[in-house]
């Protein structure tokens, strides 16, 4: 499912300056997580537009987006637990809808 253009350059600001990083430095590599998080985001809690409307979705590709900035150099073995119960959340959500 694609997001919407508005949807996503909301998350991209928001995942600069969640990290501040000013726009222009790390674009590239920041575009790609933030791709792998809403592809996961979205695998997880389902596809259905409540998801993509809901803003626990922004704040899931966003934080999940930043995590993964952030411990890029080291091996992740797993999400932190308050980003899988919000993930959960959305999931429930997504999936009743």
């Given amino acids: 499912m694609n997001i919407p253009d508005n949807i996503n350059k909301e998350m991209n600001e928001m995942l600069h300056d969640s990290l501040r990083v000013p726009i222009g430095v790390d674009d590239k590599l920041l ?3 933030l791709k792998a998080s809403i592809s ?10 409540a998801v993509i409307n809901d803003d626990r979705f922004i704040f899931l590709c966003v934080e999940l987006a930043s995590f993964l900035y952030e411990n890029r150099t080291t091996q992740i073995k797993d999400i932190p637990a308050p980003l899988k119960m919000v993930m959960d959340q ?3 959500n997504g999936f009743n809808s």
Wanted: proline share 6%; charged share 0%.
């Fill in 90 to 92: 959305l999931a429930l």
């Fill in 40 to 49: 996961y985001v979205l695998t997880y809690t389902g596809t259905a537009p």
């Fill in 31 to 33: 575009n790609q997580y």
